[in-house]
């Protein structure tokens, strides 16, 4: 199931999905390259979450050390050995109805990376954050994204997920203290 969200309700959404698997704050996983435009919303979500809001979480994939079909694979083995029991929110760019263009989705499910462009990568995931940055149909619309729309969505999802990680380590921090 998944949910298209308004940018209002965002942080309660994801924290609503991601405080009924963990109380403990989700590895990112932020998916994407920066040398397709309409690609690099993970790897901008990712960069925002390290170097702006340095949230207390583990953040895989930002602009100089993307996550990308090259080394995805290598990735999710790496994050399954050093955190074997955390869940994992998968962050990337996704193709669309022309009319959800610019919008964000929360799904409690995984995701297939690159399934709209032909890729068979590997379902990754335990929640994900999705941007809708262009009509499906065709993979070179990735190349016509403005990249103001993607920076506008990476910011809009990176407060959130900041805000969501912040209220999840405010609530663990009153349960073990009551």
């Given at each position: 199931m998944s949910t298209l969200i308004t940018m209002l309700t965002l942080s309660d959404s994801l924290y609503n999905i991601i405080s009924t698997i963990s109380s403990q704050a989700p590895i990112c996983l932020c998916i994407g390259s920066d040398r397709v435009t309409g690609d690099c919303f993970g790897p901008l979500v990712g960069e925002y979450l390290k170097n702006h809001h340095k949230i207390e979480a583990f953040v895989y994939g930002t602009l100089n050390l993307p996550v990308t079909a090259l080394n995805l694979i290598e990735t999710i083995s790496f994050i399954k050995k050093k955190h074997p029991f955390a869940c994992v929110l998968a962050i990337?760019?996704?193709?669309?109805?022309?009319?959800?263009?610019?919008?964000?989705?929360?799904?409690?499910?995984?995701?297939?990376?690159?399934?709209?462009?032909?890729?068979?990568?590997?379902k990754v995931g335990d929640f994900s954050l999705t941007a809708t940055v262009a009509p499906a149909g065709n993979s070179a619309n990735l190349y016509g994204v403005q990249l103001g729309l993607v920076n506008r969505l990476a910011i809009q999802a990176a407060n959130a997920i900041a805000s969501c990680v912040s209220r999840l380590q405010t609530n663990l921090i009153r349960t073990v203290i009551v």
């Open positions: 990337d760019s996704a193709l669309g109805d022309s009319t959800e263009v610019g919008s964000l989705r929360i799904s409690n499910n995984g995701i297939f990376p690159g399934a709209a462009t032909g890729k068979h990568l590997p």
